[in-house]
């Protein structure tokens, strides 16, 4: 699974990054960890509920030769160990070290080059826009999705291709009362529009 800091070339403490002149500044806020882990397991299910199917049928397979309600039973606790540990690898994202900063109380400051996420006038992040890879625009919140980190040289297909598949979502969570006003709101919208990620109030394809 991709950390967070893995992501988008990975995203670190700076000292003190400054936004530039006119950008959109927001309130403090804090990213719930409740909050994060119910959107999460939300996206992950609705796309992925078809792959616990695969431990069902692979319990289910013996039956075909040796017909018996075992191996019902057996494809029922293959498939909840299954939702357990995926779940647990989406939970899991809340108890990391790499994600704390995302969960802490902080405000952000959006120009043209990057997102700026400040703790404090001496403590925060920047966040080039590029390291961003889709937005999703729910009707009460920006959902900002990081794009998953390049897996390193020389890892074996079989592995990139578990990271790819069971990776976990991690993103910024924008509510829209977040903003001092309207206007700003608008104006953070027109930016990721501009940057490519919204087009028409919807995630880029």
Do not use: C
């Amino acid at each position: 699974m991709n950390q967070p800091n893995q992501r988008g070339g990975g995203y670190r403490q700076q000292q003190a990054p400054q936004a530039a002149p006119g950008s959109i500044k927001t309130k403090k806020y804090q990213f719930d960890t409740n909050t994060y882990t119910r959107l999460a397991m939300a996206e992950v299910w609705r796309q992925e509920w078809w792959y616990a199917t695969i431990p069902f049928a692979l319990g289910l397979l013996p039956a075909i030769i040796w017909h018996s309600w075992w191996w019902l039973a057996l494809s029922v606790v293959l498939t909840i160990v299954y939702v357990l540990l995926r779940s647990a690898q989406i939970t899991g994202v809340t108890q990391m070290e790499q994600s704390k900063p995302l969960f802490e109380r902080m405000n952000y400051e959006a120009d043209q080059r990057q997102l700026v996420m400040r703790q404090t006038e001496q403590r925060a992040m920047a966040l080039p826009w590029d390291q961003i890879g889709r937005v999703r625009r729910d009707a009460d919140a920006y959902l900002l999705y990081l794009k998953p980190g390049t897996p390193p040289a020389g890892m074996a297909a079989w592995r990139q291709w578990l990271a790819r598949t069971f990776d976990v979502p991690v993103f910024l969570h924008l509510p829209l009362r977040l903003f001092n006003n309207d206007n700003d709101r608008k104006l953070f919208e027109a930016l990721l529009r501009r940057k490519g990620l919204l087009t028409d109030g919807q995630p880029k394809a």
